[in-house]
């Protein structure tokens, strides 16, 4: 099993920038992937971004040049850094990790975006 500590979501202006955190119960070298999905109500749970364990990424098209996906191994950690919000990326943010072809799930965070 790998549990999985989610911070730093909250309630942001338009524009303004959000840095979650997510660590996890396991070594970051172990892990092929590590990442985040959100889910906005109504809707089914998207992929945001994913940082890769030899150093790719991959983000959606929708956050492509606003948000960053990085990793720490040593640290076990994974972040996402999202500058320029929007309204629309009001969400419940998910850290995913995959570990020996499993996934697992953090318990979300709430980011919100509004004046």
């Known amino acids: 099993q790998v549990q999985l500590v989610e911070s730093g979501g909250g309630l942001v202006q338009p524009g303004g920038s959000l840095r979650l955190s997510c660590v996890a119960s396991v070594s970051g070298f172990s892990l092929s992937a590590m990442g985040w999905y959100r889910q906005a109500p109504g809707k089914e749970r998207e992929l945001v971004a994913q940082a890769f364990r030899y150093g790719s990424s991959k983000y959606a098209d929708s956050v492509k040049g606003r948000f960053t996906v990085s990793r720490d191994n040593p640290q076990n950690t994974v972040y996402l850094q999202m500058n320029s919000l929007k309204p629309e990326d009001t969400a419940v943010y998910y850290c995913?990790?995959?570990?020996?072809?499993?996934?697992?799930w953090g318990q979300g965070t709430q980011v919100t975006v509004s004046s």
């Open positions: 995913n990790v995959r570990h020996r072809e499993d996934d697992y």
